[in-house]
C-alpha cells in the first residue's frame, strides 16, 4: 500500500513538473508576492528570475518600464518558458522613462534637467554609437533617444541648432522636414535635455526618453527554449550591432537556441528591433579595434564561434513569426551566426532607417549573417534601405514569398554566399529588385520588378560542409552559376539593364531558362485598409514554363551541394506565392498560377 502511494505522488509530481507553473505579473502588483493571479508580482523581470522550464509568465495590461533579464531558460519544446500577454489585454514593455518637468525659454524652446541617477548607470545621452562599419556621417550619435506621443524626434550636434527654430531636418521619415529635434549636456551630475516639441506643449503631452540598452534580453549565454508572444516592445537605446560584436536588440536571443518571438509589435529602436545575434568573447568590433582587414577579422570571428559551439544542436534553429517591426535605425531583424536554423515569417517590417542621420554597411529590414537553412517567407518588407540582407554563407537558406517594395538600396542583396540557396516566388518591386554579390542561387517563380546588379568579389570567404556550420573551405565569388528558371522581368526605359542578360558578364555561365522580360508594363501596389493589393497588366501573355525540382537546379559548382531543403529532402516549387497549386507539368511562369485576375490580394 506504501509502494502504491509513492508511485502515485511520484506521477502527480511529474505532471506538475511538465505543466509548470503560471506566474501573474501586474501593474498594481508586489514582487514580494508569490506571482498568482489574486496575489500578482509586480515586474516581468521578477518572475523572470523564478520562472522555471515548463512555467508560464502572463502578463496584464499595463506599460511596464523595465529591462527584463530572464534567468533560467526552457529544456526543449515540450518545457519551454513562455513570456505572454494576458488575452485581451494590452501590455507594453518599455526602455523608456517619462519626464514631466520641462521648462520654457524665451526662444520657445523646452529644458529638463534630470539627475544622473535617473539612468542607473546607463546614460544613453552619454553612450556613443560606434561600431565596425558604423558610419557617423561626420558627426558624433548617441543612444539615447526623445519621443513626443511615440514619435522620435532628431538628435543635432548642438545646442544652437535647436533653438534656429526654424532649421529644418528632411529625411525619408520626413520629406519636407520637421523642426523636433534635441540636443542634451552631459554633466558630472546632471544631464539637460533642449528640445523643440513644435507648437506641443510636453507638460501635456506624452514625453519620454530612453533610458535602457534593451528590454528583453538574458546576460548569460544558453538560456534556451523561451516563448515571447503578444507584447508590445518599444523605445530601447540600442547599440549598433556589427556582425563582429555582441549584438543586443530591443529584444535579443543571446547565442542560444530555440526561441519563439510571435504576434508582438515591437518599434523605436534606436538601432536594431530583435537580434538573434553573437556574443562578445568570439570577438567584439575587432576591425575598429585594430583596423585589419575586415573579411580577414570576419573569418577569425567564425572561427572563434565554432570554437564557442555554433552548430545546430546549440545555436539557433529560432522562429520570428506574425511580428510588427518597424522605426529602427539599423535593422528590423539581425543576427550574426546566431540566426542559423530559423525560420523567419508572417512578419511585417517597414520604415527601417527612415531618419537617415547615420549609415553603415549594416542596415537592412532583415540582415543576417550565417543564415545557413534558414527559411524566410511570406514576409511584407517596404520602406527600408534594403529588404532582405543576406550577408557571409547563407549556404541551405531559402528566401520565399515574401514582397518588397519602396525600399531604397534593392530588396534582396546576397553577399559573399557560395550556394547552394534559393530564391522563389518573391515579389520584388523596389527600383533595384536583386544585388547579387554571389553564386551558386536559384531564382525560381519571382517577379522582378527592378534591375539586377550582379557583381563578383575578389576577396576570399567560407563556405560549409552541407547543412552544417563547419568551415569546408574559403574562396572568392566569381558571380554567376546561378539558375533563373520561370522568372518575370520587368523593362523599364530607363539607363538600368534588366532581366537576365546582365549575367552574360560575369565569370561563371549561369543557366537561363523559362523566363519572360515584359517591356513597361502596368505595375502597382495598393495598400487599402491593412491589405494589400497587387495590380500587374502584362503587355503580352504570361507563357507557362516547366516544373522545377532539386533534379533540374543540379549541383552547385564549387561547394558541389545539390539544392535541397533544409532536411536533406527535395525541393518541390508546387504551390505559388498564394500557396494555390501549380500545374505539375506546365507551370505559369511568375509567382502566380492564375494570372486572370488584374488585381491581386497579396498581404492582409
Not at 515548463?54 to 533560467?72: A, F, I, K
Not at 544622473?116 to 552619454?126: L, Q, R, V
Not at 533642449?194 to 549565454?221: L, M, Q
Not at 545539390?562 to 507551370?587: C, I, M, N, V
Request: with cysteine.
Amino acid at each position: 500500500m506504501t509502494n502504491k502511494c509513492c508511485f502515485t505522488t511520484l506521477l502527480l509530481l511529474l505532471s506538475l513538473s511538465v505543466a509548470g507553473r503560471e506566474y501573474h505579473v501586474s501593474t498594481s502588483g508586489s514582487d514580494v508576492a508569490p506571482g498568482t493571479a489574486t496575489a500578482p508580482l509586480r515586474t516581468i523581470n521578477c518572475a523572470a528570475q523564478r520562472a522555471l522550464p515548463g512555467d508560464t509568465v502572463t502578463v496584464h495590461g499595463g506599460t511596464y518600464r523595465e529591462w527584463v533579464n530572464p534567468l533560467y531558460g526552457g529544456l526543449d519544446d515540450a518545457r519551454r518558458i513562455l513570456y505572454r500577454a494576458a488575452e485581451g489585454e494590452t501590455v507594453e514593455l518599455k526602455g523608456s522613462e517619462p519626464v514631466t518637468e520641462w521648462k520654457r525659454a524665451k526662444d520657445g524652446t523646452w529644458t529638463a534637467t534630470l539627475p544622473n541617477s535617473f539612468f542607473a548607470g546607463h546614460n544613453p545621452f552619454a553612450q556613443e554609437i560606434q561600431g565596425d562599419w558604423f558610419t557617423g556621417l561626420g558627426r558624433v550619435h548617441h543612444t539615447a533617444e526623445v519621443y513626443l506621443n511615440d514619435v522620435s524626434l532628431y538628435e543635432v550636434e548642438s545646442k544652437d541648432i535647436v533653438t534656429r527654430r526654424d532649421t529644418l531636418i528632411r529625411s525619408r521619415r520626413d520629406p519636407d522636414g520637421s523642426s523636433l529635434k534635441w540636443y542634451a549636456l552631459v554633466g558630472d551630475e546632471t544631464t539637460t535635455i533642449t528640445a523643440d516639441f513644435g507648437n506641443s506643449d510636453p507638460r501635456k503631452e506624452r514625453v519620454e526618453v530612453t533610458v535602457r540598452p534593451t528590454c528583453f534580453y538574458p546576460t548569460r549565454e544558453g538560456i534556451n527554449y523561451l516563448t515571447l508572444r503578444g507584447f508590445r516592445i518599444s523605445q530601447a537605446a540600442t547599440q549598433w550591432a556589427a556582425p563582429t560584436a555582441e549584438q543586443i536588440g530591443m529584444v535579443a536571443t543571446h547565442w542560444s537556441k530555440g526561441w519563439i518571438i510571435e504576434n508582438c509589435v515591437i518599434s523605436n529602436s534606436r538601432c536594431n528591433g530583435i537580434s538573434l545575434g553573437k556574443q562578445a568573447s568570439t570577438g567584439h568590433n575587432l576591425w575598429s579595434l585594430r583596423q585589419f582587414d575586415g573579411a580577414t577579422e570576419y573569418i577569425e570571428v567564425t572561427f572563434n564561434a565554432l570554437r564557442k559551439g555554433w552548430d545546430r544542436e546549440n545555436i539557433g534553429s529560432h522562429i520570428i513569426r506574425n511580428n510588427e517591426i518597424s522605426h529602427c535605425e539599423q535593422t528590423g531583424i539581425c543576427g550574426s551566426m546566431g540566426g542559423s536554423f530559423s525560420e523567419i515569417y508572417g512578419n511585417h517590417i517597414h520604415d527601417i532607417w527612415v531618419k537617415t542621420q547615420f549609415n553603415g554597411a549594416e542596415i537592412s529590414g532583415i540582415k543576417l549573417h550565417a543564415a545557413i537553412d534558414a527559411y524566410i517567407h511570406h514576409n511584407r518588407i517596404h520602406t527600408s534601405q534594403k529588404g532582405i540582407w543576406m550577408d557571409w554563407m547563407a549556404q541551405g537558406s531559402r528566401i520565399s514569398c515574401n514582397l518588397f517594395y519602396n525600399n531604397l538600396e534593392t530588396d534582396i542583396l546576397y553577399e559573399v554566399a557560395h550556394g547552394p540557396f534559393v530564391c522563389d516566388n518573391n515579389i520584388m518591386l523596389s527600383e533595384r529588385a536583386l544585388w547579387d554579390e554571389s553564386q551558386g542561387g536559384a531564382y525560381i517563380h519571382n517577379f522582378f520588378g527592378g534591375y539586377l546588379l550582379p557583381i563578383s568579389q575578389t576577396r576570399y570567404t567560407p563556405y560549409q560542409l552541407n547543412h552544417s556550420t563547419q568551415v569546408k573551405g574559403l574562396a572568392p565569388i566569381n558571380c554567376g552559376d546561378n539558375r533563373f528558371f520561370n522568372n518575370i522581368f520587368l523593362s523599364r526605359q530607363d539607363n538600368f539593364e534588366y532581366g537576365p542578360g546582365v549575367y552574360e558578364k560575369m565569370p561563371q555561365p549561369s543557366f537561363v531558362e523559362d523566363n519572360i522580360v515584359c517591356e513597361n508594363p502596368k505595375v502597382s501596389i495598393e495598400e487599402r485598409e491593412g491589405k494589400v493589393y497587387f495590380s500587374f497588366t502584362p503587355t503580352e501573355a504570361i507563357p507557362q514554363g516547366k516544373p522545377v525540382d532539386s533534379h533540374r537546379l543540379g549541383i552547385t559548382r564549387l561547394s558541389n551541394y545539390p539544392f535541397e531543403a533544409a532536411d536533406g529532402s527535395a525541393l518541390h516549387f508546387e504551390q505559388d506565392y498564394l500557396g494555390k497549386p501549380r500545374s505539375a507539368s506546365t507551370p505559369r511562369i511568375g509567382p502566380f498560377e492564375n494570372t486572370s485576375s488584374k488585381e491581386i490580394l497579396v498581404w492582409e
